[in-house]
């Protein structure tokens, strides 16, 4: 007997294949009604029960696992016991594959691509989840060239090291000595100075941290620039500048860019630089007062008489 379906493009409306009754569905029984019903309804009740269980599980697991750390932290091993997991999850991924075959170094002048990755202990072969991202970094900037480091892990093999080196801005000197310093002030232990010894000079206390503003401030002016051997910071709070002719600048402390300005026009207008003079005083504001040597001036005196 061929099996009854449901009604095809093309058919009868009278269903089935054409010129044959369609047959009546014979209507369900009250009997397998319930039975089905009573089925899907412990289908249900069993597939709660699991979802209950199954959190069950899941809380009981997290209480266990509280518990467990809170042992370990009330005998202080908290630490031992996520170090292990680490080392542990760390021990699986290398296992798998995932481990550094790439090491790619940018911005590093001074430093060899082998040497940044021997500072950041990792090497081609080491497991990726091995690097302390935090710690290589650390290790990294603690180099004496290195000014700023980021340490990348890219998956599933390679790791990316960025570096910003130090450039050297200035000198600083202090106590008879000169250190190589860069724009913020932050010594180069590794750079000699004479290497470095067109740089611009700046000395006393306090002129390693502010020796950008000075510095900056003079690149603006190349002839007040050109006639200056060093600046001297002065109590922590105001510049001078020592000219190559010996006198001296005195800027204020509150506007050295304006008194700075107003010298280089007077030296326009007037040459005021090339002037004999001892002192050339510029901290009251909008003025200038020109000293000159008191020897020269006692030399001069005489030979007028």
Not at 25 to 41: D, T
Not at 193 to 208: E, I, K, Q, S, Y
Request: no cysteine; hydrophobic share 45%.
């Amino acid at each position: 007997m061929p099996k009854i379906g449901r009604a095809g493009p093309g058919d009868s409306s009278q269903g089935g294949r054409k010129g044959e009754r369609r047959k009546a569905k014979p209507p369900a029984r009250k009997g397998s009604n319930r039975a089905a019903n009573w089925f899907a309804a412990q289908v249900r009740a069993a597939r709660l029960r699991m979802a209950y269980a199954a959190r069950l599980v899941m809380i009981a697991a997290a209480v266990v696992a509280a518990g467990i750390l809170a042992v370990y932290a009330a005998v202080g091993r908290l630490d031992e016991a996520g170090g292990a997991l680490m080392a542990s999850f760390e021990n699986r991924l290398t296992r798998s594959g995932y481990v550094v075959q790439w090491v790619d170094v940018t911005g590093a002048d001074r430093l060899s691509a082998e040497e940044v990755a021997q500072i950041i202990g990792i090497a081609p072969g080491a497991g990726m989840a091995e690097l302390d991202l935090a710690d290589a970094r650390a290790a990294l900037e603690a180099e004496p060239w290195v000014g700023q480091a980021e340490i990348i892990r890219l998956w599933p093999d390679r790791i990316v090291v960025r570096v910003l080196e130090r450039e050297p801005f200035a000198l600083w000197q202090r106590d008879g000595e000169h250190r190589v310093i860069d724009r913020t002030g932050v010594v180069i232990e590794a750079a000699d100075p004479v290497d470095f010894a067109d740089l611009p000079r700046v000395t006393g206390v306090g002129a390693d941290r502010e020796a950008s503003i000075i510095v900056t401030l003079l690149d603006a002016y190349p002839e007040i620039q050109a006639r200056t051997t060093h600046a001297l910071y002065v109590g922590e709070r105001r510049w001078s500048l020592r000219l190559q002719s010996g006198g001296e600048v005195l800027l204020p402390a509150d506007n050295p860019g304006g008194a700075l300005a107003m010298l280089s026009a007077m030296h326009q207008a007037r040459g005021v630089l090339d002037y004999d003079a001892q002192i050339l005083d510029l901290r009251n504001d909008g003025e200038m007062v020109m000293r000159p040597w008191p020897d020269r001036v006692a030399e001069a005196a005489g030979r007028g008489a």
